[in-house]
């Protein structure tokens, strides 16, 4: 009888779940996933976790397919010469194959104050948090969402739909978007009450945030959605990494430092261009990365990284939304959707999200992605990303 091959998968998000599902076609592998939680979270809905909209979790069994093994725990090192992996509660699982899917945080602030007064909704245990803040809080305490990418609009959006008095403050409100989608955005935020302003932050208190030109802005509750980080753990276990920390890899998103480690999601950096930290192209990556790992096994050649995109979807509370349409190489056009069919796009997008790893769970290969378009490099990333 063969041996079966070990692949184990670190992470259980976008990227990872869908590798560990389709790896489910080679008829002769043994799937672990290590998560840290017993329920995949679905972060593209964590704002409307902390606006009590949705609990943002799905049951693994939903999303994962049949035979897969689920370990709940933590990874804390990679040994990639014994091919082991230690995890935080003392136990070691071997592999002949790792997929490395970390995913992404907030990156940690120097701005003074940060760390001390405000929250955080990158993380599902980060906007617990924050959902219980918000909960305790008067409805008319002013609220300050630093951070105008896609994460803040939609935070402030959610919160300014609850008639709170909300700020968003940032360089630039939707760098992403092209100027009819900011003005999208500027409407709904003008309907809202959601006051922008054009700053940079320099310090936060319990009941303030500072900002570069010397103004104070009331703040009972204050969100830091600025700044993209992942998980050291690759560079922790000697692996070659990019400045933010992202595992270094080659076209087929191979490690530039071990052919057994393969990775997938917001923790790649293909040859040094990643791709936008998003959903859309986490689910992708994790196919591919399942496929050079097939394909290894059959002896072949792996394939390049081939993926498009087109575009974003940003939700602005319930009843509105925005779809900013994007050329294939991921840069946006003058052309955007907005209002309540901006928000069906955008419901719809997320329940697709979910149904299409849950499909690819029960019947493995089924998934399929646009190909083509470059990869334009980009600077670190300095805002939370949407599908």
Known sequence: MT??????????????????NHLRQHPAVEVTLVNPRPDFVERIRLHQLVAGSDDAVVDFPTVLG???????????????????????SGDTLTYDYLIYAVGSGVAAST????????????EFEAAHRLRHAVDQLPATAPVTVVGAGPTGIELAAELGEQGRPVTLVGDVLGPYLSA?????VARRFDKLGVQVVQAQVTEVSADAVVLADGRRLDSALTVWTAGFAVPELAARSGLRTDAIGRLHTDETLTSVD??????????????????RMSCQAAIPLGAQAANTVLSRLAGAQPAAVSQAFVGQCISLGRRAGLVQAARFDDTAIPLAIGGRLGATIKEAVCKGTVSGLAREA????????????????RPAPDEVAAP
């Open 3 to 20: 041996d079966r091959t070990r692949i184990v998968v670190i992470g259980g998000g976008y990227a990872g779940v869908m590798a560990a």
């Open 66 to 88: 049949a035979g897969i093994r689920l370990v709940v725990d933590a990874a804390s090192h990679i040994d990639a010469a014994a091919r082991t992996v230690a995890l935080t």
């Open 111 to 122: 701005v003074p104050g940060v760390a001390e007064f405000a929250y955080s909704v990158s």
């Open 180 to 184: 009819p989608g900011r003005r999208s």
């Open 258 to 275: 071990d052919d057994r480690i393969v990775a997938a999601g917001d923790a790649a950096a293909p040859s040094g261009a990643p791709l």
């Open 362 to 377: 029960r019947k493995p290969g089924s998934y399929f992605w646009l190909k083509g378009g470059k990869r334009p490099t």
